[in-house]
């Protein structure tokens, strides 16, 4: 704010209004009584500090900012909340562990943050727009007087464009509530009204620039990459480093990665043992559990558990192929999804112990090798549980404990 | 506001005008409390199973967890109101001091749960049978921390800190009403500092042995801060409930205002509601994404059958419901409206702890009427016993801090 400026004589600018100057809150909330008992509307206290109990001295309703964030609240939570079901439930349909598309759980968090965004937005707009602020210039900034209001003095000031206005009366009302002086404020018509040119150019200029990323993300959807896209940070795009599956001009084979030197074997890697590394006995596929894999109840336990973790989202607690990512695949019918084996069907339970490992070690159609995942002497113990399932769906009398047999009866 | 800073600074001492000790209506109540809560525990005792009865122990778990809520709740706001050296708390903390400093109490009931452990009954807690330890991975495992010397020297360290830490606040202040020395509050609050933190590892230690470690092969490591949640609700709106008892017995009648109780409405809202339902949820959702079955199992329990109400209806009753309930300026300023939301959190939250306690012993919400009055009964017996004992504590004390420096300002306050 400016430091005040001469003040014009009040015949030439028209009246804004009369200040009323006092020298304590209790006799300003005296004065804003008498005021609001005369049925005056456009006035205002201004105090260098909050005075309690002045609300009710000026008859002042209750703020209905309260309400407004409230609304904008409620409006956050909703589009927050309607903006994720059609992201993730309608439009993007994304298998994401097994769970619903759309998941409230995981909602919440966003929700949580634009409910509270928006309330708070809402309070601080809502209560600029109610104090009508910003505003660049007013009547009271050219008073000498008015400035100790940001210091020691209280004051009240009547507005001239009040149906209960007039000049005398109201100046004796206000001469008589106490005030140590009264004085009457011209309307400011030296200082611009509007926002000043200069800034209304920035807001402007930063306008038209907040929509620029907006314009470059709808561009980007509608439109295919034909050239080398630009580069900001070059020494990040491109590294001093050999990335794997890439060339490289300094060997003869032009190949990053190199392959193992023939005749030599890794560290720790020779598996010579083709029966447990690969489930082989003399080149064909071994019906036999290899000597290493204790046939027993640890064993079994360890297979479920590892059976749990890695096979059953697919091929399901019981093996039958229904899993969660079967159900869900199968429920978006793309006509592309190969189901899980049904690890009960008769193929399957013929199938080589080895033929197994090797299907769980490589993969087979779309299911994945899994080699790389789950250690070997797990991969067996996981064979010898599918063993114990296949069991249990074809399980004979002779298979039950006298206990069980006799509660068949 | 600055007037009353400025009286402040020239005069400690503030003329009250105001009845301000309660006398022989509240230890006649409080016999009458202690009466009916010893015979509500006896019953309890015979009809579920005597001291060692399945049905006895569950239900005075909770109900002890319930009373021990209060009463730490308001043991946790003495320390803070110290801490930060409030004012405008000044006029309703003397209540909450005096029912704080009933730990004592709380000490000697938790000897119903506490003997049967040292003396290897698994009603409760499995870890404390040799036999069901050595029969599970996890509870070897955690054999380290859940065997029965160790609870034992950590049960002392509890109780032990909660009775000196509230019998220390109470001494001081009613030692301030006949001295009058304002450095007593300079002390309290640099107590009020290392207490805060052993206060925050008691409780949330506390709350895993006596409550989480019933499932020993569940671990949440916000679970202590969510029994903090409902425990701070429950001793705002306890401390609310028993101004309004003694502004009906005509005491406090012209220190303790709407302002006070304006503030306690506010708390109640950020504990019981927000803060609750922000940790809750927290708790949740980790388990939920996450997905491990050592911990889905815990609300595997809460969501099967009629417990998916139950678990339903504490979001409703302890968020959705309240937050609309409980939002509004007029409904905290009024004492009418605000009593019945204080009732409505003390409810929820011994729903809460049933939520907590019943499924994990494998119960329906409901398992029989017989269960329903031993739990009932539980509450009132441990619940009569510590009112009572708290109506008795009044005897001769004023129920203000009388010379407190910042009682003026106590008095004077005003919300914005």
Request: proline share 5%; net charge neutral.
């Amino acid at each position: 704010m400016s430091a005040p400026k001469h003040v014009e004589p009040v015949g030439e600018a028209p009246l804004h209004g009369l200040l009323a100057e006092y020298d304590s809150p209790e006799t300003l909330k005296k004065a804003a009584e008498k005021i609001r008992n005369a049925g005056f509307k456009n006035w205002d206290t201004f105090t260098p500090f909050p005075v309690h109990g002045i609300d009710q001295a000026m008859g002042i309703r209750p703020t209905i900012l309260p309400w407004l964030i409230l609304g904008g609240g409620m409006t956050g939570c909703a589009l927050a909340l309607g903006f994720q079901w059609w992201a993730n439930g309608v439009d993007y349909p994304f298998l994401i562990s097994g769970k619903p598309y759309w998941s409230v759980p995981a909602n919440i968090p966003i929700t949580f943050e634009l409910t509270v965004l928006f309330s708070a937005l809402t309070a601080v707009f809502g209560m600029l727009g109610l104090n009508k602020l910003p505003q660049p210039a007013h009547p009271l900034d050219l008073s000498e007087r008015f400035s100790r209001s940001t210091d020691d003095h209280f004051y009240l000031l009547v507005q001239a464009s009040d149906p209960v206005f007039d000049e005398k009366e109201t100046g004796t009302l206000l001469e008589t509530s106490g005030a140590i002086g009264v004085e009457a404020i011209p309307e400011d018509v030296k200082s611009e009204s509007h926002v000043p040119r200069g800034l209304q150019y920035a807001l402007l200029i930063i306008t038209a620039a907040a929509t620029i990323p907006f314009a470059l993300s709808a561009y980007a959807r509608e439109s295919k990459m034909t050239h080398t896209r630009f580069d900001i940070v070059p020494d990040m795009d491109f590294q001093q480093k050999f990335k794997a599956q890439r060339e490289n001009t300094f060997f003869a084979d032009k190949r990053a990665d190199r392959p193992q030197i023939e005749g030599t074997i890794a560290y720790g890697e020779l598996n010579e043992d083709d029966h447990f590394y690969r489930g082989k006995v003399n080149g064909v596929f071994a019906r036999t559990f290899p000597a290493q894999v204790p046939i027993d109840e640890q064993t079994i336990a360890r297979g479920q558990q590892r059976f749990g973790i890695y096979c059953t989202p697919c091929h399901g607690q019981a093996g039958e192929g229904d899993g969660m990512v079967n159900q869900r695949a199968s429920a978006l019918a793309e006509g592309t999804w190969v189901p899980p084996s049904n690890l009960n069907d008769d193929r399957l339970r013929q199938m080589g112990v080895g033929e197994i490992f090797n299907t769980i070690t490589n993969g087979v159609r779309n299911m994945p090798a899994y080699g790389p995942q789950i250690p070997t002497a797990d991969r067996w113990a996981i064979i010898l549980y599918v063993r114990a399932i296949q069991r249990s769906h074809k399980a004979a009398v002779a298979d039950l404990s006298a206990e069980e047999r006799a509660s068949l009866k | 506001m600055r007037r009353a800073k400025l009286n402040m600074a020239h005069d400690n001492h503030v003329q009250l005008d105001d009845n301000i000790q309660i006398g022989s209506e509240a230890t006649d109540f409080g016999k009458k409390a202690f009466g009916i809560g010893g015979v509500a525990l006896v019953l309890a005792l015979v009809l579920g199973g005597g001291p060692f009865g399945r049905e006895f122990l569950i239900a005075y778990l909770v109900a002890f967890m319930y009373s021990l809520a209060i009463g730490l709740g308001l043991l946790w706001f003495v320390t803070i109101q110290h801490l930060t050296n409030a004012k405008w708390s000044v006029v309703v903390r003397r209540v909450a001091e005096i029912i704080a400093a009933n730990m004592s109490v709380l000490a000697v009931l938790s000897l119903f749960l506490i003997v049967p452990a040292l003396m290897g009954n698994s009603t409760l807690y499995a870890w404390v049978d040799p036999a069901k330890v050595a029969a599970d991975r996890v509870l070897k495992h955690k054999a380290g921390y859940l065997n029965i010397p160790f609870f034992a020297i950590r049960c002392v360290v509890y109780f032990g800190f909660w009775w000196l830490l509230s019998r220390h606040f109470l001494k001081r202040s009613v030692e301030q009403d006949t001295s009058g020395k304002a450095e007593i509050n300079t002390k309290l609050q640099t107590l009020a500092a290392p207490s805060m933190i052993a206060f925050a590892l008691t409780l949330t230690f506390a709350t895993i042995d006596f409550v989480m470690s019933l499932d020993p092969g569940f671990f949440s490591t916000i679970f202590g801060v969510y029994y903090f949640g409902g425990a701070v609700a429950c001793a705002y709106s306890f401390l609310a409930l028993s101004l309004m008892w003694l502004q009906g017995k005509g005491r406090l009648l012209n220190s303790v205002n709407r302002e006070h109780y304006h503030d306690l409405g506010k708390m109640m809202f950020a504990f019981g509601v927000v803060f609750w339902s922000y940790i809750a949820f927290s708790q949740f959702m980790l388990i939920w994404y996450g997905d491990v079955p050592e911990e889905t199992h815990w609300f595997h329990d809460r969501f099967q059958g009629d417990w998916k109400i139950v678990s339903g209806a504490l979001l409703a009753c302890h968020f959705v419901i309240p937050f609309f309930g409980l939002l509004s300026r007029y409904v905290k300023r009024n004492r009418k409206t605000l009593a019945f939301w204080a009732f409505w959190i003390l409810v929820i939250e011994y729903v809460d702890l049933y939520w907590l306690v019943m499924p994990t012993f494998g119960e329906d919400v409901i398992p029989s009427v017989l269960s329903l009055l031993v739990h009932l009964l539980a509450w009132v017996g441990v619940g009569g016993l510590f009112i009572g004992a708290a109506a008795s504590r009044t005897k001769g004390l004023n129920l203000i801090p009388t010379k407190d420096p910042r009682l003026a300002a106590s008095l004077a306050f005003e919300n914005p």
